[in-house]
C-alpha cells in the first residue's frame, strides 16, 4: 500500500517544527526514525497533512547527564543509545532492555523518543522508562513542560501529549546502585512482547512493571514479602492487568508468565 498524500517538511530548526506543529495541530505529524510511523502511514491507518522531519536537528541528537538524570534527546537512535559507553554503568536496565528491542536493522534508525510517542503497550522503551520512575520533556511554541512516566501512557497508542507538542527528550534516573533485572518472552527475539516484566530496587522492596497485557505498561510496589504473601501479591496483579486472548497467546498464559516472571525477577533483585 501508499501512504496519502502528505506535504514533508524538513525542520532547519526546532524552533520551525514547533511552529508547523502550532499551525498544523493535529494534522502535522513529527517523523524522526519513522520505524512505527511509515507503516501506519503505509496501511493508511495515520493521515497526517504535513510530516515535519526533526532527524537532522542536532540539538535533539544528545545524551547528557543533567542533575543526576539522563536525557535522550528525540533524534537519539536506539542503536546510538545501546553503544554509549556509560550505558551499562548508569542505565542498567536499559542496557538489558534495549538489545529486545527490534532488531539490529530497525535500532539502527528507530528512536528511544519515537518509541515513547508510539506508546505500543509491548514495547521495551516506554516499559523501562516507567520502571525507572523516568519523566517525558514536551515541548510547544509556548511552553516547556515534564509528565511522568506513569501519567504519561493513557491508553494503546495514546498519551498526554498535545497535538502542538513533540517529545524534546526523555529522562532515566541516573544509577545509584539499585540493583534491576529484565525478562521477555516472545514469538522470536526482536517481536513485540507477549509478556515483558522490568523489575528495580526500591527503598520498600522492588517496583515490577509490566508491559505486553494491559493497554499501557503498568507498575506496581512490592515490599519485602516472601512465600505465599508474594504469590499471592503477584497472583493478584496478574489479574489486575485484565489480559485478554489474541492471535499470540491466550490471556491464561500471559497471567501465568506474569507470576512466574515476576518472581523470579523479584527474588533476583532482593537477593
Known amino acids: 500500500m501508499k501512504p496519502a498524500a502528505f506535504d514533508y517538511v524538513r525542520a532547519e530548526s526546532l524552533d520551525e517544527a514547533l511552529e508547523v506543529l502550532r499551525t498544523e495541530g493535529s494534522d502535522a505529524r513529527i517523523i524522526a526514525g519513522g520505524q512505527s510511523l511509515m507503516p501506519m502511514l503505509n496501511m493508511r491507518l495515520a493521515r497526517p497533512r504535513v510530516l515535519v522531519d526533526i532527524m537532522h536537528l542536532e540539538e535533539l541528537r544528545k545524551i547528557e547527564v543533567q542533575r543526576g538524570r539522563i536525557a535522550v534527546g528525540a533524534a537519539v537512535r536506539q542503536a546510538e543509545l545501546l553503544e554509549w559507553p556509560p550505558l551499562r554503568r548508569e542505565l542498567k536496565l536499559l542496557s538489558l532492555a534495549l538489545p529486545w528491542t527490534g532488531h539490529a536493522q ?60 513533540l517529545i524534546e527528550a526523555v529522562q532515566f534516573p541516573a544509577a545509584d546502585g539499585r540493583r534491576c533485572a529484565f525478562r521477555e518472552v516472545a514469538r522470536r527475539h526482536g517481536d513485540f512482547a507477549i509478556v515483558a516484566c522490568a523489575a528495580v530496587a526500591t527503598d520498600r522492596g522492588v517496583r515490577l512493571a509490566v508491559g505486553g497485557v494491559a493497554d499501557i505498561p503498568v507498575a506496581r510496589e512490592f515490599d519485602a514479602r516472601v512465600g505465599d504473601a508474594l504469590e499471592d501479591a503477584l497472583n ?20 501465568d508468565l506474569v507470576r512466574m516472571i515476576g518472581r523470579e525477577l523479584i527474588t533476583e533483585v532482593m537477593q
Open 106 to 165: 530497525t535500532r539502527s534508525r528507530g528512536t528511544i523518543c519515537g518509541s515513547v510517542a508510539h506508546a505500543d503497550p509491548s514495547a521495551e522503551i516506554p516499559l523501562t522508562l516507567l520502571a525507572l520512575g523516568g519523566d517525558i520533556v514536551l515541548r510547544s511554541a509556548k511552553r516547556l513542560r515534564r509528565v511522568a512516566a506513569r501519567d504519561f501512557f493513557l491508553g494503546m497508542m495514546v498519551t498526554d501529549r498535545n497535538d502542538d507538542e
Open 236 to 255: 493478584a496483579f496478574a489479574w489486575d492487568l485484565d489480559a485478554r486472548d489474541d492471535l499470540h497467546a491466550t490471556a491464561r498464559y500471559r497471567r
